[in-house]
């Protein structure tokens, strides 16, 4: 069964991570990860209603072969160094998590100035 994860690019505030509020965790990295991503119908609903937003999308998707090692990083570092919101999109609660640290830093390049 194939599961999606979802960006979002919010105007003028940046891009979010968005996970699907896994109510009942197993405390399995694998299962936690795969209840957290979006079903299909899940992205029919949710999808249309961020675009009337003017939200922009990546959407991508996950295959259970895909799951070992992955996690959302979220209920590991909640608050630190993140931002986190909580959105409620048609029956769904959602969770947009974005890492501010990665804000707060200069882009690091070896061609300074773009040389």
Do not use: A
């Amino acid at each position: 069964m194939r599961r999606y994860n979802i960006q979002v690019i919010v105007p003028s505030l940046g891009r979010y991570e968005v996970i699907k509020e896994n109510m009942s965790p197993t405390g399995v990295q694998e299962e936690d990860y795969f209840n957290e991503c979006f079903t299909w119908d899940d992205l029919k609903t949710v999808v249309p209603h961020m675009r009337r937003q003017r939200w922009k999308l990546k959407i991508s998707p996950i295959e259970e072969e895909d799951l070992p090692g992955k996690i959302h990083l979220f209920p590991f570092t909640y608050g630190v160094n993140h931002e986190v919101q909580m959105v409620r999109m048609s029956d769904l609660r959602l969770i947009l998590t974005r890492d501010m640290g990665l804000l707060k830093f200069p882009r690091s390049s070896y061609r300074p100035f773009g040389y």
